[in-house]
Nanobody
Framework: QVQLQESGPGLVKPSQTLSLTCTVS??????????WTWIRQPPGKGLEWVGA???????YYSPSLKSHTSISRDTSKNQFSLQLTSVTPEDTAVYYC?????????????WGQGTQVTVSS
């Protein structure tokens, strides 16, 4: 059973950097054909795909967020991380990490519980 757990500060000031980590257990982030993904949901809105890192280390970003988003991984800790620079209140959301894969179609088979991040001074 794969489990994902997000961690990071719940409050970030505008213009600062939001940093979140997803710790994965029950499976390696370097094996298989998975996309280790960050997804967010702003209040009152739908899910928004932020970006992903493939098990081969390739990264993919939402075009609208690419200029201030970075996803990395620490294979020794089986973790992957999100950094969002120069945040604004519009980056306030529940942030989820998830495992994505293709099997006929693309879907997410495991999710973290989500972590609330508020951008406010």
């Amino acid at each position: 059973q794969v489990q994902l757990q997000e961690s990071g500060p719940g409050l970030v000031k505008p213009s600062q950097t939001l940093s979140l980590t997803c710790t994965v257990s029950g499976g390696s982030i370097t094996t298989g054909y998975y996309y280790w993904t960050w997804i967010r949901q702003p209040p009152g809105k739908g899910l928004e795909w932020v970006g992903a890192i493939h098990n081969d280390g390739s990264t993919y970003y939402s075009p609208s967020l690419k200029s201030h988003t970075s996803i990395s991984r620490d294979t020794s800790k089986n973790q992957f991380s999100l950094q969002l620079t120069s945040v604004t209140p519009e980056d306030t959301a529940v942030y989820y990490c998830a495992r994505g894969l293709y099997s006929g179609s693309y879907y997410y088979d495991y999710w973290g519980q989500g972590t609330q991040v508020t951008v406010s001074s």
